[in-house]
T-cell receptor, first 116, second 112 residues
Framework: GAGVSQSPSNKVTEKGKDVELRCDPI?????LYWYRQSLGQGLEFLIY????????KSGLPSDRFSAERTGGSVSTLTIQRTQQEDSAVYLC??????????????FGPGTRLTVL | KQEVTQIPAALSVPEGENLVLNCSFTDSAIYNLQWFRQDPGKGLTSLLLIQSSQREQTSGRLNASLDKSSGRSTLYIAASQPGDSATYLCAASTDSWGKLQFGAGTQVVVTP
């Protein structure tokens, strides 16, 4: 079956521009996560969705970052007024939360964002 | 705050040798521990998930153990192959939402 998909795969933008990154989770997965992978920081959690609500936004690095999820499916991560330090690979994951201990996350291929 | 450490950062072995990858975590109150594989320029592939109540999980040539009391997990890969070359990451689930705290990874090279 289809896995998690993300688009675009690569995005190059100029400093100060806004960008939108899209994630399509595995069909039926109720939980969706965004992570960021950068050379200096490794892999870090950004935000978590259960259905359309985001009970944990603790990892968003600044108010320039926002995310939404509609119809319990597709999610969009928006970065406003991009800065060079936003350059990273943004990874999306989804899971079918059977229980907290059995919550296996499946990752998409990521979007590589480069801010010039 | 949970901290996850993977040592060594890099490892090179000849084909056929068994691989032993280490992961340690500072807070034993985890829900599960996942092992992932990442190939260059790609996303993460889930290898094994060990629930907090389990001691080990096996899948083919892969076996992962979990010792919560000592804050350690070990991934064993038997009879390594060049196709096993990749970066291996462990991640601890730190809350009921499933938030993962990742280690920095171990880069593995298996030479023919």
């Amino acid at each position: 079956g289809a896995g998690v998909s993300q688009s675009p795969s690569n995005k190059v933008t100029e400093k100060g521009k806004d960008v939108e990154l899209r994630c399509d989770p595995i069909s039926g997965h109720t939980a969706l996560y965004w992570y960021r992978q950068s050379l200096g920081q490794g892999l870090e959690f950004l935000i978590y969705f259960q259905g359309n609500s985001a009970p944990d936004k603790s990892g968003l690095p600044s108010d320039r970052f926002s995310a939404e999820r509609t119809g319990g499916s597709v999610s969009t991560l928006t970065i406003q007024r991009t800065q060079q330090e936003d350059s990273a690979v943004y990874l999306c994951a989804s899971s079918l939360v059977v229980s907290a201990s059995a919550n296996e996350q499946f990752f998409g291929p990521g979007t590589r964002l480069t801010v010039l | 705050k949970q901290e996850v450490t993977q040592i060594p950062a890099a490892l090179s072995v000849p084909e056929g040798e068994n691989l032993v990858l280490n992961c340690s975590f500072t807070d034993s109150a985890i829900y599960n521990l996942q092992w992932f594989r990442q190939d260059p320029g790609k996303g993460l592939t889930s290898l094994l998930l060990i629930q907090s109540s389990q001691r080990e999980q096996t899948s083919g040539r892969l076996n992962a153990s979990l010792d919560k009391s000592s804050g350690r997990s070990t991934l064993y890969i038997a009879a390594s192959q060049p196709g096993d070359s990749a970066t291996y990451l462990c991640a601890a689930s730190t809350d009921s939402w499933g938030k993962l705290q990742f280690g920095a990874g171990t880069q593995v090279v298996v030479t023919p």
